[in-house]
């Protein structure tokens, strides 16, 4: 999946997904779901001073 265009991506690494920003590489902690993940990275972009948009598709909210 291309994924070059969002503000955050979902990262796996075993049984475990994380968030991490594009913007300024912050990383969730491990996840076994994706919705908690997914979540937390949409939090953090809310807060964060590098991001462009809460969305993981890269569209303005």
């Known amino acids: 999946m291309e994924q070059s265009d969002q503000a955050?991506?979902?990262v796996e690494?075993?049984?475990?997904v994380f968030a991490q920003c594009r913007a300024c590489?912050?990383?969730s902690h491990a996840r076994r779901a994706y919705a908690s993940a997914h979540k937390e990275g949409a939090k953090h972009l809310?807060?964060?001073?590098?991001a462009?948009?809460?969305d993981p598709t890269g569209q303005p909210s």
């Open 8 to 10: 955050w991506v979902i």
């Open 13 to 16: 690494r075993g049984a475990f």
């Open 25 to 27: 590489g912050w990383l």
């Open 46 to 50: 809310e807060e964060c001073a590098g």
């Open 52 to 54: 462009v948009s809460a």
